[in-house]
């Protein structure tokens, strides 16, 4: 199976930072774009960002250049650096990745179980 594992989540202070990661594990044969979403409660799933193959980055809007996504392929690994946090960045935050178990098989998304992060003083 695959299994994706998210870590880095916790209680900051408006102005602070964290750090979250993503591994993936188990019999993934080949991974394609990686992302974060989050869902703060009442509100639907939304992307954070997102990175491809191509070492393409994206991001929602909210960010403001403030969240860096980055990844690390020989590691299956998946970061994202979340600066000047605001209590609006409240949130259990999802770790995405659209892979493959082998060639044949068709690529699919898989999801971590989430971590939550909580913007508060």
């Known amino acids: 199976q695959v299994q994706l594992v998210e870590s880095g989540g916790g209680l900051v202070q408006p102005g602070g930072s964290l750090s979250l990661s993503c591994e993936a594990s188990?019999?993934?044969?080949?991974?394609?774009?990686m992302g974060w979403f989050r869902q703060a409660p009442g509100k639907e799933r939304e992307l954070v960002a997102r990175?491809?193959?191509?070492?393409?980055?994206i991001y929602a809007d909210f960010v403001r250049g403030r969240f860096t996504i980055s990844r690390d392929v020989a590691k299956k690994m998946v970061f994202l650096q979340m600066n000047d946090l605001e209590p609006a960045d409240t949130a259990v935050y999802y770790c995405?990745?659209?892979?493959?178990?082998?060639?044949?098989?068709?690529?699919?998304?898989?999801w971590g179980k989430g971590t939550l992060v909580t913007v508060s003083s």
């Open positions: 995405n990745t659209r892979g493959a178990t082998s060639y044949w098989t068709s690529i699919v998304d898989y």
């Open positions: 188990g019999s993934i044969f080949s991974i394609h774009d």
């Open positions: 990175i491809n193959n191509y070492g393409t980055a």
